[in-house]
Structures are given as structure tokens and as C-alpha cells.
T-cell receptor
Framework: GAVVSQHPSWVICKSGTSVKIECRSL??????MFWYRQFPKQSLMLMAT?????????EQGVEKDKFLINHASLTLSTLTVTSAHPEDSSFYIC?????????????????FGQGTRLTVV | DAKTTQPNSMESNEEEPVHLPCNHS???????IHWYRQLPSQGPEYVIH???SNVNNRMASLAIAEDRKSSTLILHRATLRDAAVYYC???????????FGPGTRLSVLP
């Protein structure tokens, strides 16, 4: 199956600094990438959807100026947490979806990165 | 995406079959039923998906009720490595993303 790679797997940063998380699709072109956040003992919550070459669409309640998303190529999307605070500590997960050639969206599996554990101290 | 309902948790003994239920009474005719699982500290992993007919792959089987209002993920022989949170998700042809519910936390006892 397709592989989505996230980097780093974990990061610890000081409060007030910015952190960049990369999400790469290794063997397919990801026209759309999704960024999720997961707090302990909770399910994944969608933060934003990004399409290559266009601005990301953020879910309600997610600050677009704080969580900067760049999807500059078909294989790379980045999430930058700016001026991170302890409450931003979470598990961040990306997902990628390729284009479709005869397959419907519903009939296509999603591919997820391994996640990035962010701890802000 | 339509809503699904799963038990919060289930237990199984190692090497025994596990049947994980999912109710989706508001499913529409074009919704696919997807199952993913999430091992501790990892991203979700695809397990299986189907539309109307039962499906089998190397990981599991998916049994879909005739009225499609429920489905069951079947792990034929649970191993300790199958301990994870299992998510049942309905996927439309129009929805962009996957909407995750709480899922079922499966514990496998040695």
C-alpha cells in the first residue's frame, strides 16, 4: 500500500517557539492532505484540509494563523505550529489522498502518517 | 459523513476470533464502510472496506448486514499485536475527509 511519512516522530519545544511538521507521500502524488490532532484518550479531530497549490481549509475553531499549512508540492505538506504553548501539546497526524482514476472517493482507502508527538514545555 | 456507533471497549483472548460490531442505521446507498485501527502512539492503519458484499483480506473479514445498517469486523485469530482502537467509518463519494468517532478499544489477553 501507499506510504505516508511524517517527520519528526516526536518533538519537544519551548513555549513561544515554532515547530514544523512534515508530511510526505512517498510513492504517490497526494492531491489532498489532511491534518488531524489527537489529545490523550480522545479520537482524531480534523484540523484542516489542504489541496496542492491552494490555501488550506480550516475546521471551525482552528486558528489558521497559529497552525500554518503549506502544501507546495504533490508529495509534501507541512504544518507549522507557531508560538506554541503547552495546550498545543498533542499528537498530530497527517493523511494523504491521491487522485482518482476510475475509483470513487468512497472506494479509496486513506493513508496516514505515523504521527508526531508534540510536547511544549 | 453518516454517524456510526461502536462499543467503547472489548476484550478477547489471544488466538480466538473477535467480532467487532458497528451500527450505522443512517447509512446511504453510496456510503462505503471503512475500518481502520490505531495502535498505541501510531497513526491509523487501513484494515478493510466494503459496500454491500462481505469482504476478506489478509488482515480481517468484513461482514455487512443485508440492510447495510450494521457491519462486523472479524479478526479470525486475535494476537497481542491486534490490541488497538478500531474505527468504523462511513465514507461518501463526496466527503473529503474521514470523520473519526471514539472507536472500540480492543484488549487482547494472553
Amino acid at each position: 500500500g501507499a506510504v505516508v511519512s511524517q517527520h519528526p516522530s516526536w518533538v519537544i519545544c519551548k513555549s513561544g517557539t515554532s515547530v514544523k511538521i512534515e508530511c510526505r507521500s512517498l510513492d504517490f502524488q497526494a492531491t489532498t492532505m489532511f491534518w488531524y490532532r489527537q489529545f490523550p484518550k480522545q479520537s482524531l479531530m480534523l484540523m484542516a484540509t489542504s489541496n496542492e497549490g491552494s490555501k488550506a481549509t480550516y475546521e471551525q475553531g482552528v486558528e489558521k494563523d497559529k497552525f500554518l499549512i503549506n502544501h507546495a508540492s504533490l508529495t509534501l505538506s507541512t504544518l507549522t505550529v507557531t508560538s506554541a504553548h503547552p495546550e498545543d501539546s498533542s499528537f498530530y497526524i497527517c493523511s494523504a489522498r491521491g487522485g482518482f482514476s476510475g475509483w470513487s472517493i468512497g472506494n479509496t482507502e486513506a493513508f496516514f502518517g505515523q504521527g508526531t508527538r508534540l510536547t511544549v514545555v | 459523513d453518516a454517524k456510526t456507533t461502536q462499543p467503547n471497549s472489548m476484550e478477547s483472548n489471544e488466538e480466538e476470533p473477535v467480532h467487532l460490531p458497528c451500527n450505522h442505521s443512517t447509512i446511504s446507498g453510496t456510503d462505503y464502510i471503512h475500518w481502520y485501527r490505531q495502535l498505541p502512539s501510531q497513526g491509523p492503519e487501513y484494515v478493510i472496506h466494503g459496500l454491500t458484499s462481505n469482504v476478506n483480506n489478509r488482515m480481517a473479514s468484513l461482514a455487512i448486514a443485508e440492510d447495510r445498517k450494521s457491519s462486523t469486523l472479524i479478526l479470525h485469530r486475535a494476537t497481542l499485536r491486534d490490541a488497538a482502537v478500531y474505527y468504523c467509518i462511513l465514507r461518501t463519494n463526496y466527503g473529503q475527509n474521514f470523520v473519526f468517532g471514539p472507536g472500540t478499544r480492543l484488549s487482547v489477553l494472553p
